[in-house]
């Protein structure tokens, strides 16, 4: 069944006309996702690519093309605003892909959509995957920013702050011959819409999925909460990567959240505790799908 | 972002923070007719770094400390003149230390009390935080660590804003007083909307003052604002010193590229930040060292990764380079097109790891096989980290 997303879901993309999110709606589209309508205020009427009809506002596009997913692909300046929109149109899920959104901007999101039935997962995130079951996994409903080609549909669910190493970890999956249910990039900024806890309760509750791959890294206490629950809770095999080992203390590797402050942040500490709860923690990102194939 | 301490000041004194009377200045004669201006006996004049241990560093003409304590503006001339000019060594600055442009002459004041005041943006709670504790001066992790009750927080709503019985139970864990908590009340609230129109992601003061007349001032303060909102105050960005950072990370950042200096010497050059920190991470694991984090971004162009390629080989220490690329956003073919420029330019005689995967892979790839460029191809990470390695130690 995978999470979040599959074959028959319907997703507009606001920020079509832009260049990255015209470049990706398309692939998405390439990949055979049923990409249903675009959102840029002032374009509404036009059309983008052969037939993807363009509205100036998300609940005109959702009424209209009945999409119940936003990706979202708007400049940093106005992607809040275009967050709470897609919240008062509300859809079911918004993928923020964009990346630089004051910190401030998020803490009023999340503040503003207490309550509201829309899952946020972003921003700064590659975005969500479940493979499709054509050639090169064609067929599928990847929204977002993943190379499609590099999946497989199958059992195993990625959960992951980064959008590369997800890509390594699927990789290494598909060529070990283990497909993907659904992976899910939750994004590298210190506020988000879905946590590590949170995809991993929906894999947990998944039919389909049968292990998790949980990629973290310094920064924060996500990874060290989901572990702590899946250790009480989690039915299936989990495999873990810490990323940020050689990481000094201090500074800002890239992400905004990805910064080692206390002690708990710091890469070892995280996967000592991945290991208390019974999660195999890879030694080397190069390792993460063999690690979790030593667990099956 | 850092900014200076009297940067901090100036800041303090647009949003209604009161901090003890002081001037900047450039030179020795600017700081004693600072001295002249602010009055009174009872002087401080400071080194103005982006570091902490001021007080108790050295400077390399063997002047000691960045901080001293005087009488009369002569005096302050005097101690401004072996400052400014000088390079300060201190525990955070390492051997290097860092160069003195700037000192702040401020009036010294007295103490009846010192307290912990700070505001930060907490990641769990999604919330700003404000942070009071009775142990002011005093590193806050160790009072967190020996002392957790002696610590209070405030969460604050972002859409309410900080309330009235906020203030009230902040003055409280302070005990005080009067005239006294009216000053602070106003200073909090001041503070607050400081933290929230510049973007900071941290406003620390420590010590927040009492003195014996009961007024209440900031001391010494800290800020860190968000990078990713520094769009919309070109006044914070102004106040950068690039002469405080890495010259190496100022050119990187002119290319908005993410590098970050280390002490190793593989290279690296890397798409996602995630994976550039488990590239530097399966150096280490293979027995190399890494020299620097570099994240080129998602839509690096061509230029942009040539100028990664000029910065990277700008560290002396570096005897490699491992490039990997995972493609989502990222095209191979844009990566390989940028090797081959900087190549080019550059000459260079370092072994080059390169591995290349995702979007436009086989494309990428083959400009890089047509060229006559002595590139070792790897096959997948581990590949990579090993081969980089075995040619920097061999």
């Given at each position: 069944m995978a999470i979040l997303v599959d074959e028959n879901t319907k997703v507009l993309v606001q920020g079509i006309t832009g260049g990255f999110g015209g470049k990706h709606a398309q692939l998405s589209i390439d990949y055979g996702?049923?990409?249903?309508a675009g959102v840029t205020p002032g374009k509404g009427g036009q059309t983008f690519g052969t037939s993807t009809p363009i509205y100036d506002t998300v609940s005109d596009a959702a009424k209209q093309s009945g999409a119940t997913v936003s990706a979202i692909f708007v400049p940093p300046p106005f992607a809040a605003d275009a967050i709470l929109e897609a919240v008062d149109a509300e859809m079911d899920l918004v993928i923020a892909i964009t990346e630089g959104i004051p910190v401030a901007d998020m803490m009023r999101v999340k503040a503003a959509m207490e309550g509201s039935k829309t899952r946020l997962i972003g921003p700064n995130c590659p975005g969500v995957v479940t493979p499709?079951?054509?050639?090169?996994?064609?067929?599928g409903c990847r929204i977002g920013i993943a190379p499609g080609y590099i999946h497989k549909r199958g059992n195993v669910g990625v959960v992951s702050r980064s959008g590369t190493l997800t890509y390594e970890a699927v990789y290494q999956l598909t060529e070990l011959g283990y497909g993907q249910s659904t992976c899910v990039g939750i994004g590298g900024d210190p506020i988000n819409g879905t946590s590590h806890l949170d995809v991993l309760k929906m894999f947990n509750d998944d039919d389909e999925t049968e292990a998790i791959i949980m990629i973290g890294e310094i920064g924060g206490n996500a990874e060290a909460e989901a572990a702590r629950w899946a250790a009480e809770n989690c039915k299936k095999p989990i495999a873990g990567f810490i990323a940020g080992a050689t990481a000094p203390p201090g500074r800002r590797m890239g992400h905004a959240g990805a910064i080692v402050g206390g002690e708990e942040d710091t890469a070892e500490a995280k996967k000592k505790i991945l290991a208390e709860c019974g999660i195999a923690v890879s030694e080397t990102p190069s390792d993460m799908g063999k690690t979790l194939v030593g667990m099956l | 972002m850092n900014i200076h301490e009297y940067q901090a000041k100036e800041l303090f004194e647009k949003f209604g923070v009161p901090s003890p009377n002081g001037q900047v200045a450039s030179t020795a004669e600017e700081a004693e007719s600072a001295a002249n201006a602010i009055g009174g006996s009872g002087l401080v004049v400071k080194a103005q770094v982006h570091a902490g241990g001021r007080g108790k560093g050295t400077f390399k003409n063997g002047f000691k400390g960045g901080v001293h304590l005087a009488d009369t503006p002569a005096e302050i001339k005097d101690l401004a003149a072996q400052m400014l000019g000088q390079t300060l060594v201190t525990h955070q600055t390492g051997e290097e230390g860092r160069f003195v442009n700037k000192v702040m002459v401020a009036e010294s004041v007295d103490i009846e009390s010192e307290f912990y005041l700070s505001i930060l943006l907490d990641r769990a709670t999604c919330r700003p935080v404000i942070v009071a504790s009775t142990e002011g001066g005093m590193d806050i992790e160790k009072v967190a660590e020996e002392t957790p009750d002696l610590i209070v927080k405030e969460f604050v709503h972002p859409l309410a804003g900080l309330q009235p019985y906020q203030v009230r139970k902040l003055t409280a864990v302070y005990g005080l007083k009067g005239d006294t908590a009216k000053q602070f009340a106003k200073l909090i609230k001041n503070l607050y909307k400081l933290f929230i129109a510049c973007d900071c992601d941290m406003v620390e003061i420590n010590p927040l003052v009492v003195t014996p007349d009961g007024d209440v001032l900031a001391l010494d303060a800290k800020f860190g604002f968000d990078d990713n909102a520094l769009y919309r105050h070109p006044d914070i960005v102004a106040?950068?010193?690039?002469?405080?950072?890495d010259p190496r990370e100022v050119e990187a950042s002119e290319y908005d590229l993410n590098y970050i200096g280390l002490d190793g010497n593989i290279a690296c050059l890397v798409n996602g930040a995630g994976l550039a920190m488990a590239t530097m991470d399966i150096i280490k694991h293979c027995g190399g060292d890494p020299a620097n984090f570099l994240d080129v971004g998602g839509g690096a162009t061509k230029e942009q990764v040539a100028a990664a390629f000029k910065i990277i080989l700008s560290d002396p220490k570096v005897e490699g380079i491992l490039v990997n690329i995972f493609g989502g956003i990222m095209q191979c073919d844009i990566i390989a097109e940028g090797i081959l420029a900087a190549a080019a330019e550059l000459a260079i005689t370092i072994p080059l790891v390169v591995r290349l995967e995702g979007t436009n892979v086989a494309k990428g790839r083959e400009l890089i096989a047509n060229s006559d460029l002595a590139v070792i191809p790897a096959d997948n990470l581990n590949d990579a980290a090993e081969k980089i390695v075995k040619a920097v130690n061999s």
């Amino acid at each position: 069944m995978a999470i979040l997303v599959d074959e028959n879901t319907k997703v507009l993309v606001q920020g079509i006309t832009g260049g990255f999110g015209g470049k990706h709606a398309q692939l998405s589209i390439d990949y055979g996702t049923q990409i249903v309508a675009g959102v840029t205020p002032g374009k509404g009427g036009q059309t983008f690519g052969t037939s993807t009809p363009i509205y100036d506002t998300v609940s005109d596009a959702a009424k209209q093309s009945g999409a119940t997913v936003s990706a979202i692909f708007v400049p940093p300046p106005f992607a809040a605003d275009a967050i709470l929109e897609a919240v008062d149109a509300e859809m079911d899920l918004v993928i923020a892909i964009t990346e630089g959104i004051p910190v401030a901007d998020m803490m009023r999101v999340k503040a503003a959509m207490e309550g509201s039935k829309t899952r946020l997962i972003g921003p700064n995130c590659p975005g969500v995957v479940t493979p499709g079951r054509g050639e090169n996994s064609h067929g599928g409903c990847r929204i977002g920013i993943a190379p499609g080609y590099i999946h497989k549909r199958g059992n195993v669910g990625v959960v992951s702050r980064s959008g590369t190493l997800t890509y390594e970890a699927v990789y290494q999956l598909t060529e070990l011959g283990y497909g993907q249910s659904t992976c899910v990039g939750i994004g590298g900024d210190p506020i988000n819409g879905t946590s590590h806890l949170d995809v991993l309760k929906m894999f947990n509750d998944d039919d389909e999925t049968e292990a998790i791959i949980m990629i973290g890294e310094i920064g924060g206490n996500a990874e060290a909460e989901a572990a702590r629950w899946a250790a009480e809770n989690c039915k299936k095999p989990i495999a873990g990567f810490i990323a940020g080992a050689t990481a000094p203390p201090g500074r800002r590797m890239g992400h905004a959240g990805a910064i080692v402050g206390g002690e708990e942040d710091t890469a070892e500490a995280k996967k000592k505790i991945l290991a208390e709860c019974g999660i195999a923690v890879s030694e080397t990102p190069s390792d993460m799908g063999k690690t979790l194939v030593g667990m099956l | 972002m850092n900014i200076h301490e009297y940067q901090a000041k100036e800041l303090f004194e647009k949003f209604g923070v009161p901090s003890p009377n002081g001037q900047v200045a450039s030179t020795a004669e600017e700081a004693e007719s600072a001295a002249n201006a602010i009055g009174g006996s009872g002087l401080v004049v400071k080194a103005q770094v982006h570091a902490g241990g001021r007080g108790k560093g050295t400077f390399k003409n063997g002047f000691k400390g960045g901080v001293h304590l005087a009488d009369t503006p002569a005096e302050i001339k005097d101690l401004a003149a072996q400052m400014l000019g000088q390079t300060l060594v201190t525990h955070q600055t390492g051997e290097e230390g860092r160069f003195v442009n700037k000192v702040m002459v401020a009036e010294s004041v007295d103490i009846e009390s010192e307290f912990y005041l700070s505001i930060l943006l907490d990641r769990a709670t999604c919330r700003p935080v404000i942070v009071a504790s009775t142990e002011g001066g005093m590193d806050i992790e160790k009072v967190a660590e020996e002392t957790p009750d002696l610590i209070v927080k405030e969460f604050v709503h972002p859409l309410a804003g900080l309330q009235p019985y906020q203030v009230r139970k902040l003055t409280a864990v302070y005990g005080l007083k009067g005239d006294t908590a009216k000053q602070f009340a106003k200073l909090i609230k001041n503070l607050y909307k400081l933290f929230i129109a510049c973007d900071c992601d941290m406003v620390e003061i420590n010590p927040l003052v009492v003195t014996p007349d009961g007024d209440v001032l900031a001391l010494d303060a800290k800020f860190g604002f968000d990078d990713n909102a520094l769009y919309r105050h070109p006044d914070i960005v102004a106040m950068r010193d690039t002469t405080e950072e890495d010259p190496r990370e100022v050119e990187a950042s002119e290319y908005d590229l993410n590098y970050i200096g280390l002490d190793g010497n593989i290279a690296c050059l890397v798409n996602g930040a995630g994976l550039a920190m488990a590239t530097m991470d399966i150096i280490k694991h293979c027995g190399g060292d890494p020299a620097n984090f570099l994240d080129v971004g998602g839509g690096a162009t061509k230029e942009q990764v040539a100028a990664a390629f000029k910065i990277i080989l700008s560290d002396p220490k570096v005897e490699g380079i491992l490039v990997n690329i995972f493609g989502g956003i990222m095209q191979c073919d844009i990566i390989a097109e940028g090797i081959l420029a900087a190549a080019a330019e550059l000459a260079i005689t370092i072994p080059l790891v390169v591995r290349l995967e995702g979007t436009n892979v086989a494309k990428g790839r083959e400009l890089i096989a047509n060229s006559d460029l002595a590139v070792i191809p790897a096959d997948n990470l581990n590949d990579a980290a090993e081969k980089i390695v075995k040619a920097v130690n061999s």
